[in-house]
């Protein structure tokens, strides 16, 4: 391909609204233009670097034995009502009607149209397992759609769907999924954690995060530096650090304080109490009765744990109103010390602590010498808090680190959330008549594309992994009239193409500096320079994208060097 001919829009300024780093760069490598609210259009780099990663994952899904479909994006309403997601998932799902006023929807995913066709087809346990795929558009309204493609409205994912007679080969499809993904991701230079993750909205019960660290990311991760431990933030839990309190200095003891209305401001009030030492007292609605929650006064609710802990019950935080008709003063001076008739929940980082300060359910008063068991000996005890860095491990007990990450893929053992209202079964061995096993497994192809900017790239520009590279080399001439340096490029370019690779010849008439810093912004992992003092000892420059490694190299040897360097 020719530069000339390419259509490749570079940019020599940062775009003023793009704070991710791959945002920024996509931009300015000419990779996406911006059509609305988390809506791109991929330019050709793009679509070259989206089928590469396709290619990948296409390769890694045969090697586990899933067969590729490709489905409507544009959905009736039914199968979405008869497994329950027209109404439980809200504005995520993008709804429109058609001419007649049925409801439609646009893809969010596919278990409702997968699962509606393997309840009209699968009848037996001998056509199973089942692992079936598309890559396809998806859309959801998201709440922030930010950051590029990395969040959009419209997105490639790779969704499969597992069908199997029972869990066990539920299991085996799972970690056939996994294996895979550990393979997609690295093999598109792409380093992933596995999270223990909670299932959210798709339902099912185990399910594993493969989480990138990247500053643009929005959900933090708990990593274990001794063992294997890691999880999400959502669901990860620890051993908070014991604090030793004192004995128990008498009953509890109202005092004023007048204005404090935060932890922060008790911290600082004269004979208050650091945070360590506080009970925050949080009020939320749930089922319209109140809920009292207990937490230390430095540690942060979990409200993914606490959904999970009323089991889909819908909780709200009180309104100040609600929290003065419920404990008689306004957030500020809650407490649950002699509450009666109300629920509470501790959590168990308040478990025998004594000595410590709460709200004394009257506005601008506190209570000191908590003995939490012996003052709030109703409340019950749940894991509710967010892990902190420094916490404990659950299993090893070392120092828990935090990452800020952003997912790149996400395998869920969906049981029977969808075959059973959906009404997909199979016969057994023993002719029983069984709901299927289903896994549902996901990966954002343009995330993939865009983490892969955020792990590699410098000042210059993307440094592409070499196996989504848009171009494996770039040549470019010092002077473009000079015949000599014409000739020999165009030569090499038939040459390396006629051999395989994916050559750009920049035939552009530009100087060496302008055509050298696009090569560098758009990120062609290798670049061939043909000038005057190399061409004249039958050489040219080979300069390795990155790696700041630059070398003479005669002309016979560039093919043999860029073979060895790309493992072909
Ligand atoms: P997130 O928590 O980041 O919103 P999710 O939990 O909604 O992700 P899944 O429903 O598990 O994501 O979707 C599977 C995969 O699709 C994700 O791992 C991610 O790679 C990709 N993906 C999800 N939402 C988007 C989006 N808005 N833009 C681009 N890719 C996305
Ligand atoms: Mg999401």
Not at 216 to 233: F, M, R
Request: charged letters at 30%.
């Amino acid at each position: 391909m020719r530069w000339s001919q390419t259509f490749i829009p570079t940019l020599r300024d940062d775009p003023a609204d793009a704070e991710a780093i791959s945002h920024r760069l996509m931009l300015r490598a000419g990779l996406i233009r911006q059509l609305g609210a988390g809506i791109y259009s991929k330019l050709p780099l793009a679509e070259r670097v989206a089928r590469k990663i396709e290619g990948i994952v296409r390769e890694e899904m045969a090697r586990i034995g899933a067969q590729e479909f490709r489905l409507p994006m544009l959905h009736p309403a039914e199968p979405w009502k008869e497994s329950g997601r027209w109404t439980s998932v809200k504005e995520e799902l993008f709804r429109l009607r058609d001419r007649k006023q049925a409801d439609m929807a646009l893809a969010l995913t596919g278990e409702e149209i997968f699962t509606t066709i393997a309840r009209g087809e699968l009848r037996s346990y001998r056509q199973l397992p089942q692992i079936w795929y598309q890559i396809g558009d998806k859309f959801r309204d998201e709440p922030r759609p930010k950051s590029g493609v990395l969040r959009g409205r419209e997105f490639t994912m790779k969704d499969s769907y597992s069908f199997d007679v029972d869990r066990a080969g539920l299991d085996a499809s799972f970690d056939k999924h996994a294996e895979a993904y550990r393979r997609i991701f690295a093999r598109c230079g792409v380093e992933t954690i596995p999270v223990e993750a909670s299932s959210g909205s798709m339902g099912g019960s185990e399910s594993v995060e493969f989480m990138a660290v990247c500053e643009a990311g929005e959900d933090w991760i708990v990593v274990c530096p001794g063992c294997n431990y890691a999880a999400n933030l959502e669901k990860a839990k620890s051993v908070a650090p014991a604090i030793a309190d004192p004995p128990s200095a008498g009953p509890p003891e109202k005092f004023a304080t007048p204005g404090v209305r935060t932890i922060d401001d008790l911290v600082r009030f004269p004979g208050g109490a650091p945070a360590e030492r506080q009970i925050k007292t949080l009020v939320y609605v749930v089922d319209g009765a109140p809920l009292l929650l207990l937490l230390r006064g430095d540690h942060e609710l979990n409200e993914v744990k606490l959904g999970e802990l009323l089991g889909g019950a819908q909780a709200r935080p009180a309104h100040p109103e609600e929290c003065r008709a419920a404990l008689g003063a306004l957030p500020g001076s809650l407490g649950a010390v002699g509450v009666r008739g109300r629920r509470i929940l501790a959590d168990r980082a308040l478990e025998g602590r004594r000595e410590m300060t709460t709200g004394a359910n009257q506005d601008d008063f506190h209570l000191r010498h908590i003995d939490v068991s012996r003052d709030i000996a109703n409340a019950k005890w749940a894991d509710l808090r967010n892990v902190r860095a420094g916490d404990g491990c659950i299993r090893c007990g070392k120092s828990l680190e935090l990452k800020k990450t952003i997912e790149m893929g996400h395998i869920f053992k969906l049981g029977l959330y969808y075959s059973e209202p959906m009404g997909a079964r199979v016969l057994t061995a023993e002719g029983k008549e069984v709901p299927i096993v289903m896994g549902s497994y996901g990966i954002g192809i343009e995330r993939i594309m865009a983490a892969a900017i955020e792990a590699h790239h410098d000042q210059n520009g993307i440094v592409w992994p070499t196996a989504i590279a848009p171009f494996d080399v770039v040549l470019s001439t010092v002077k473009a009239s000079d015949a000599e340096q014409r000739e020999k490029s165009e030569r090499m370019h038939a040459e390396l193409a006629a051999a395989g690779f994916e050559v750009l010849l920049d035939d552009r008439d530009e100087r060496p500096g302008v055509k050298f810093k696009d090569a560098d912004l758009v990120g062609i992992p290798f670049r061939v320079v043909f000038g005057p003092r190399a061409l004249a000892k039958g050489c040219v420059e080979f300069v390795v994208r990155g790696g700041g490694e630059t070398r003479e190299l005669p002309l016979a040897e560039v093919r043999a060097e860029l073979a060895r360097r790309l493992g072909r």
